[in-house]
């Protein structure tokens, strides 16, 4: 599509006349930027579709792409819900077509490769040069940057002070028979992952078949401990707040959701390392709205959007400028520490080559 | 002399084309093909890989039936929720049938009423009446703050069984399907000639004699219809174990949303999962369809 196609089809409305004007104008100072601006105008148009996890859309994220909102009220989000990255990848295939979507980080590599997604144009977001440059390297795959980092956090073990006393710093507490019956894991395969961290395998998301065997082996024993295998955080939090539970692996935002509560719990970052995991937008190819999707991200990047994610859903954000009101969450987050998300503090989560297998691997330890 | 003609034949009468049939049934029918028919057929191919969602190599291939059958995972998962499904409607059936019996044959004029205090938990949310027993089956929920207050048991040792577990998922969906299981039952008896039973009582039976040798045979087919009515629902359930059963409560229905939708989808497995199930389920509805088949016995 040539610039100016599909404008004559469209009424200018005065707030939309003046905007352009206002863009061209600026035009004059800052030609690069501005021109994008106007050409995304005059180019792109309708609701951008985005496909995102629940609570990030109208249904109470809408502090994160407010400034987008303000920008282009004429094209305004529209939203679709993903389960997760299985479920996005279903919903891809089976035809929707949203402009941008957020898979986590050890799915770039995936999707980058599937030929589903198109790399972004940095230079489109304002905001990336404030992004934690280790997240942003994560988000790239042969040198382009299929990811734009947004939201993160740490997979780590949560456990009540006052009734757990552990041997060790060690992810060998999510599997402590001592503490039979009061253990809950997270359900995804990452567990394969934890067990091969555990059992010292030098690259656990590579694990052979021999490993993958005495990881899902190490599982499916200890599994007679676990009394919950969640798969969303308010699940955790009313299990884990009651008291039916004292051991977790679990996210930061759990543990200060816990303190909140007044429980004694103390968030390990165990020896063998924590998993660092961040939410990568990622820009579907053929989009008509590439521009409007950068424009969401950019939003999506700001160091406001950042401390408003952090103070209201606990969870870590690429721009290093956001922060906190909670110091517990700063703590958690080592948000001072950039490099708090890589080694030798933790592991950024990474691809898994064999995925099917290890998602088969840890389904077979569930119905175990 | 005139001859008289031949009376001509009546004309034929043309025959109207009755279309009411074909088209009080082809809606439904042709509803069935598209969203019942069809989608299962798919979901069969998916189980073969012959069509497949996702690019890669496609072709018919029995490997997913193969490793399925190979599998002592799934099919003990399976025998693990035949288990359990089968307590559910055991006990859900003799916790009915008194119910149902005292609804159909004490003679109360007000069993409609009673009737519809039964179902009354069909007014409120199934998932906010799961939920509700989270509250009482807790750690420090109504079943074990009561027991500590009494002494019975440590406060700091409650039973924690009671929640997370196989024992949860059996009892909550007792409680959600007896309301189900009673109906057909209370038919059943409803529909039961009272002459028989007085023919019984005039021949000497006592009222266990008469209930057993009488009443309890003639409600037979009810009582199958609802056991199969709670089993075939249950054994494919995973609401109610994915909120309640914890890791241990886990069951086949649990693997097969699983397969579909965590991890890395596997719809080829989950189909696998998915049409054998159904091909149980068709079984027994098949197995129970004989037994509401059974004829009626009057005293006439």
């Known amino acids: ?368 | 002399m005139t001859e008289l003609a031949p009376a001509a034949p009546p004309a034929p009468r043309r025959r109207r084309l009755d279309l009411t049939t074909p088209t009080l049934l082809g809606l439904p029918l042709g509803w069935l093909a598209v969203f019942f028919i069809a989608p299962i057929a798919i979901v069969l191919l998916y189980s073969f890989n012959v069509y497949s969602l996702y690019p890669g190599e496609q072709g018919f291939t029995l490997k997913a039936w193969h490793d399925f059958f190979q599998s002592s995972i799934y099919l003990s998962l399976f025998w693990k929720s035949v288990q359990m499904s089968l307590i559910v409607s055991v006990i859900a059936v003799a916790l009915a049938y008194p119910l149902a019996y005292f609804l159909a044959l004490s003679g109360t004029k007000r069993k409609y009423v009673f009737l519809l205090l039964l179902i009354a938990p069909f007014l409120t949310s199934y998932l906010l009446r799961v939920l509700a027993w989270k509250v009482i089956l807790g750690d420090h929920g109504v079943i074990n703050s009561f027991l500590s207050w009494t002494g019975i048991r440590d406060p700091d040792h409650p039973i924690s069984q009671l929640l997370y577990s196989r024992f949860a998922v059996i009892l909550v969906l007792i409680y959600v399907w007896l309301p189900f299981v009673a109906l057909p039952i209370f038919v059943s008896l409803e529909n039961l000639d009272r002459r028989l039973l007085e023919a019984a009582t005039d021949l000497g039976a006592s009222r266990f004699q008469a209930f057993w040798r009488v009443t309890l045979p003639l409600s037979l087919p009810g009582v199958v219809a609802a056991l199969f009515f709670v089993f075939i629902p249950t054994l494919g359930e995973f609401v109610t174990p994915s909120l309640v059963g914890g890791a241990s409560g886990y069951m086949y229905g649990n693997q097969i949303v699983d397969l579909f939708s965590t991890g890395f989808p596997d719809w080829q497995t989950g189909s696998v999962l998915a049409i054998f199930l159904l091909g149980v389920v068709a079984l027994l509805m098949i197995l129970s369809a004989r037994f509401l088949q059974a004829r009626k016995v009057t005293a006439d």
């Open chain 1, 1 to 368: 599509m040539s610039d100016g196609d599909g404008l004559p089809e469209r009424q200018l409305s005065r707030d939309r006349f003046l905007r352009i004007a206002a863009a061209a104008g600026g035009a004059v100072l800052l030609p690069g930027v501005a021109a994008e601006a106007a050409g995304a105008l005059a180019t792109e148009s309708g609701r951008l579709q985005v496909l995102d996890w629940a609570g990030y859309g109208n249904d109470g994220g809408q502090d994160m792409f407010a400034q987008y909102v303000k920008k282009y009220p004429s094209n305004k989000p529209q939203f679709t819900v993903m389960g997760n990255e299985s479920d996005a990848l279903a919903k891809l295939h089976a035809g929707l077509k949203p402009d941008l979507f957020r898979p986590y980080v050890g799915w770039v590599k995936y999707f980058a490769t599937s030929g589903l997604v198109q790399p972004w144009n940095p230079k489109l977001i304002s905001n990336f040069k404030q992004l934690n440059p280790f997240m942003v390297k994560a988000g790239q795959h042969n040198g382009k940057q299929y990811g734009i980092p947004a939201d993160w956090g740490f997979d780590a073990i949560l456990y009540r002070t006052d009734k757990v006393k552990p041997k060790s710093r060690s992810w060998g507490l999510i599997f402590d028979d001592r503490y039979k019956g009061r253990i809950s894991w997270f359900d995804d395969l990452n567990m394969i992952t934890l067990a091969g961290l555990y059992l010292g395998f030098p690259r656990p998301w590579r694990q052979t078949d021999e490993q993958l065997k005495r990881s899902q082996d190490l599982l499916i024993k200890k599994k007679k401990n676990v009394r919950l295998i969640w798969s969303s955080e308010p699940n955790l939090w009313e299990a884990f707040g009651s008291g039916d539970l004292w051991i977790a692996y679990a996210w930061p935002n759990d543990w200060v959701q816990m303190k909140k509560k007044k429980l004694k719990v103390a968030y390990m970052r165990p020896k063998e390392k924590p998993i660092a995991w961040v939410g990568m937008f990622m820009l579907l190819k053929g989009t008509s709205r590439s521009k409007l999707a950068h424009a969401y991200v950019d939003a999506w990047s700001s160091a406001k959007s950042g401390k408003w994610l952090e103070d209201n859903y606990g969870y870590g954000h690429a721009n290093t400028r956001a922060r906190p009101t909670s110091s517990d969450l700063l703590r958690a987050l080592q948000l001072t520490n950039l490099r708090a998300v890589t080694e030798p503090n933790a592991y950024l989560d990474r691809d898994i080559p064999r995925r099917a297998l290890y998602a088969r691997t840890w389904e077979e330890v569930k119905a175990s």
